[in-house]
């Protein structure tokens, strides 16, 4: 039963991974390419990670072998790491952008350039 | 008392990534040099007054569920877009007003508009940032700050002055 | 353990290195240097993914530790990056 979650998990980030890529190869303006950069890549990271430590539990409880605790720590480790990491170098590069002058794209022109 | 739990966390980390609890010259040298790296943090007087991790912490956790529910909109969200076409964003750049001066939940607030849907923090100055929207939906949603109002009570003092600043301008 | 365990796992990896070749079709087609920096950037995350996935298939711990690694030295490799090309526009 817990495997079979894990597994739903892992395909399911890989899913939102992929098709984050998708989303960057496939958005029509830089800015709008970072959305999927910095959202879709955090969800599968989580997915991914999340069902891998549960397959490292159930494995282990299936085979009443001990719970291999580090893995575990450090799966999350890496989890908290990319969690911290990504949305803050999508910040860094956003901003690099915006101060070299990168004008975003607003769609056709029948929108008046009112909030601006 | 922020020095020792710099060194715990420090210690926990090299015990995670080392994996070795017996071997007591691996034990040893993980001590000492989390000590040396405390004492380094010390002299460079980054163990600042600002941060409340004790008070902090406890909040952040009630904070996270709703950011991890925020995360999955807004993948669900990209993800739609990504495989529709790509009439379907009108992408904009809004300037929202923030209220909040402390470091650490300007930190947080901007990280969490980038995760919510739709929006991406661009720039942040001293009194607004800079976010990029990509439908008119997400820019009604940011500008009436419900994200501000859950980070501001999880620093304490958020709205004044990072205390940093402060005593460095007295002294 | 049978070989149908194993395959969820490769297919989630199949799965993120497909992204990471989207990503990297991002970054040879790009038009500014901003989309390729945020190209690599996103192709590393997945690397990372992709480390962690390969070591449970071959059950070898130590890649865990090259994954952890390797999300540090991205994020900072970005922001080198970043920084690289704001000093170069400055100097022309």
């Known amino acids: 039963?817990?495997?079979?979650?894990?597994?739903?998990?892992?395909?399911?980030?890989?899913?939102?991974?992929?098709?984050?890529?998708l989303g960057i190869l496939r958005m029509p303006d830089f800015y709008s390419r970072l959305h999927p950069a910095g959202t879709a890549d955090t969800l599968g990271q989580m997915l991914v990670f999340a069902g891998l430590?549960?397959?490292?539990?159930?494995?282990?409880?299936?085979?009443?072998?001990?719970?291999?605790?580090?893995?575990?720590?450090?799966?999350?480790?890496i989890s908290l790491l990319l969690f911290v990491t990504t949305p803050a170098s999508t910040h860094a590069i956003a901003r690099a952008a915006q101060l070299g002058g990168l004008k975003p794209?607003?769609?056709?022109?029948e929108r008046e350039d009112a909030d601006e | 008392m922020r020095t020792l739990l710099l060194f715990l966390v420090l210690m926990g980390f090299w015990l995670l990534l080392s994996g070795q609890f017996d071997n007591t010259f691996l034990v040893v040298s993980g001590i000492v040099s989390c000590l040396l790296a405390v004492y380094c943090c010390h002299r460079l007087n980054l163990i600042g007054e600002s941060y409340h991790p004790i008070e902090s912490l406890p909040r952040f956790l009630f904070y996270l569920p709703w950011l991890v529910w925020q995360i999955v909109l807004a993948s669900l969200d990209v993800t739609r877009r990504s495989w529709g076409t790509s009439s379907a964003i009108q992408p904009r750049l809004v300037k929202v007003p923030v209220k909040i001066r402390h470091p650490l939940?300007?930190?947080?607030?901007?990280?969490?508009?980038?995760?919510?849907?739709?929006?991406v923090t661009v720039d942040v100055a001293e009194d607004h940032y800079l976010v990029h929207a990509l439908t008119e939906d997400a820019e009604k949603g940011v500008l009436d700050g419900s994200a501000e109002r859950r980070v501001a009570p999880m620093v304490p003092g958020s709205d004044e002055e990072d205390p940093d600043l402060q005593t460095e301008a007295s002294s | 353990m049978t070989s149908a365990d194993v395959s969820f796992e490769l297919i989630t990896a199949l799965l993120i290195l497909g992204g990471a070749l989207l990503a990297l079709i991002r970054a040879v087609k790009g038009p500014?240097?901003?989309?390729?920096?945020?190209?690599?950037n996103v192709f590393g995350t997945k690397t990372v993914i992709i480390l962690a996935l390969l070591g449970y298939i071959g059950n070898?711990?130590?890649?865990?530790?090259?994954?952890?690694?390797?999300?540090?030295?991205?994020?900072?490799?970005?922001?080198?990056?970043?920084?690289?090309?704001?000093?170069?526009?400055?100097?022309?």
Do not use: C
């Open chain 1, 105 to 109: 794209w607003t769609g056709e022109k």
């Open chain 1, 53 to 77: 430590a549960l397959k490292v539990i159930a494995v282990s409880l299936a085979e009443e072998a001990p719970v291999d605790g580090l893995s575990i720590g450090k799966l999350i480790a």
């Open chain 3, 32 to 40: 500014t240097t901003y989309d390729r920096v945020l190209a690599v």
């Open chain 1, 1 to 21: 039963m817990m495997e079979h979650v894990a597994h739903g998990l892992m395909i399911l980030g890989g899913f939102f991974a992929f098709s984050g890529s």
């Open chain 2, 105 to 119: 939940a300007k930190t947080l607030l901007a990280n969490s508009i980038t995760l919510t849907p739709g929006t």
């Open chain 3, 60 to 92: 070898r711990s130590g890649y865990l530790d090259i994954a952890v690694l390797y999300a540090l030295v991205n994020f900072l490799g970005t922001v080198a990056l970043l920084r690289f090309v704001e000093s170069r526009r400055f100097f022309q």
